[in-house]
């Protein structure tokens, strides 16, 4: 891989995004944007069509093989992609000693990526008695999100025995950010803008107390068999997404705490609602403001209806340019903070790209809380992740400066508001 300085570009507005997150990082906290993943490889492979796999994937997706001119923080550019990663060169191989891949893979993310001197990408090849068994794969986020390493995934898995048959080679990032500063582009720009100004304009002062020790973070995960079925039983009854439900369920908990009737929410956007956007590589991911009104009801139906109303608004204004925002924000030093964020991911048999299978109303285990030590502390602060899968619907939730109990407070009043609403004992 060249050291000298290509041709560069602007970064995509999701590039952006994931920039100003981490721009000013100290050195011992560069390794938070990085996410692992452990991919099982079919008894069989060898060390060669795993690397011949992993050049496929760079040779498909030019952020894998893309640097950053990071030197004017304000300014930061995208290089012109490499012609190649070096993967075809070395995969280096790790024994497996007993531990779990998943946390092997994890182990690898603590390394911090030098953006502008390195793809922000590794690959370890776990291997047993000589014998591969998985990928640890570990990226930045500013070179994938969490789709983009699904697509990943299910690309690779197809490359390790048919690489010719991917399809048409997706566009990049480079690509991306020629649309998005071209003048419609612009012009989606502008109206996003138009949108934060309004929410901050309407939004009251609003945040959970804080309980907790300054600058302390927990996480919690609730895990609910009995929530899944609640929640698609109330998206049937209101008409919208489960997705909506369990937001309306959050916000409703989280306006009690706070004694308001109007909340400023920020959803994660995965902007990846237009066809030729679907399969592009890098990090499209951005929060956008939504204000909820009547966020205090008990009628969580009506809520959910409105929380989906708010949710299309905000999600049409996704891809924002966050120094714009950042300026309008010095701009209005008043404005309100989101009193919380959240964002929802639905994981059939570990893939986003697949389609659960419909819930067990049957199932009835008690809920589960899990206290976990936090990888990242990027983010907003208080940020709910839902996560739906087949055996249920975990709630995790990341909060600086709000204790323990009052954490879990918050995740077991979301929980037993979706039992009580859908009518579950």
């Known amino acids: 891989m060249g050291e000298h300085m290509s041709a560069a570009g602007p970064l995509s507005l999701g590039q952006l995004s994931v920039w100003h997150d981490i721009r000013d990082l100290p050195a011992h906290r560069r390794h938070e944007p990085n996410n692992a993943a452990a991919w099982p490889l079919p008894r069989g492979t060898d060390t060669a069509q795993v690397r011949t796999a992993l050049c496929t994937l760079a040779a498909r997706h030019p952020s894998l093989r893309t640097r950053y001119d990071l030197n004017d923080p304000d300014a930061p550019r995208q290089l012109t992609p490499d012609a190649d990663t070096g993967t075809g060169d070395t995969l280096p191989a790790v024994p497996d000693d007993g531990t779990a891949p998943d946390r092997r893979a994890a182990e690898l993310a603590h390394e911090p990526f030098d953006l502008g001197r390195q793809h922000g990408w590794r690959a ?207 701009r209005t030093p008043d404005a309100a903070e989101p009193a919380c964020a959240f964002n929802y991911v639905a994981v059939p048999g570990g893939s986003p790209l697949d389609a659960l299978p419909p819930p067990d109303p049957q199932d009835t285990r008690p809920p589960t809380l899990t206290w976990e030590e936090p990888f990242t502390t990027l983010g907003p602060r208080c940020y709910a992740r839902a996560l739906e899968t087949d055996t249920g619907l975990s709630i995790r939730l990341t909060a600086t400066d709000l204790g323990r109990e009052q954490c879990a407070e918050l995740l077991r009043d979301l929980h037993d508001g979706l039992l009580t609403a859908a009518g579950r004992p």
């Open 124 to 330: 370890r090849l776990l291997t047993r008695d000589g014998t591969p068994t998985h990928l640890l794969f570990v990226k930045h986020h500013i070179t994938a999100d969490a789709w983009a390493q699904e697509l990943l995934h299910r690309e690779f898995r197809q490359a390790l025995t048919d690489p010719d048959g991917l399809g048409p080679t997706p566009p990049g990032p480079a690509d991306l950010a020629a649309d998005q500063y071209g003048p419609a582009g612009l012009r989606r720009q502008a109206a996003a803008l138009d949108h934060w100004a309004h929410a901050l304009s309407h939004a009251p002062p609003a945040a959970l107390p804080r309980t907790g020790a300054p600058g302390g973070t927990v996480q919690a995960t609730l895990h609910s068999a009995a929530a899944r079925p609640a929640a698609h039983a109330l998206a049937a009854r209101a008409r919208v997404s489960v997705a909506s439900v369990v937001l309306a369920a959050y916000v409703r908990s989280v306006a009690r705490r706070c004694g308001t009737d109007t909340l400023l929410v920020h959803l994660m956007s995965a902007n990846r609602f237009a066809g030729r956007w679907k399969t592009v590589v890098t990090s499209m991911n951005q929060w956008v403001p939504a204000l909820v009104e009547q966020a205090r009801t008990d009628d969580l139906v009506t809520l959910a209806d409105a929380v989906h109303w708010s949710g299309l608004t905000a999600f049409r204004h996704g891809m924002h340019d966050v120094t714009a925002v950042a300026a309008l924000r010095a």
